[in-house]
């Protein structure tokens, strides 16, 4: 097996990559189990300073990457979230619907985000 550092990617015969990276190291099969198959889940493979893969700790997130991903995954939900409104509102648009429709759809979108971001407020 190969590894690109640039890419922190794993190539196995470089004749199947037409873009095959020049920065790619062989590396034995027992290596390629070291960090690949045996990884313990809780860390990651990272390029290490030699171009060689190497094994760190996952890093906790912050507590505001936290609430970011909360919030953006809220605004994403198809059911509850503020984008469905937001999208709603350019099909209403594209579809040359009232200007009123359109506005509703929009205002609708704003006061959800409102309320979701007032769900996840920032850390002090």
Known sequence: MYY?????SWYDDPA?????????VELSAAQY????????????????????????EIPVPSQREQIEAKRLQAYADPITGS??????AARLQMMGAAESEIQVARQTGLNRYA??????PWPE
């Open 33 to 56: 189990d070291e960090f690949v198959r045996f990884r313990p889940v809780d860390k990651q493979i990272v390029p290490g300073p030699d171009g060689l893969p190497m094994i760190v």
């Open 4 to 8: 690109s550092a640039m890419k922190n």
């Open 115 to 120: 309320e979701i971001q007032a769900s996840f």
């Open 83 to 88: 984008d469905r409104f937001f999208s709603e």
């Open 16 to 24: 199947n990559y037409p873009d095959f990276p020049s920065d790619a």
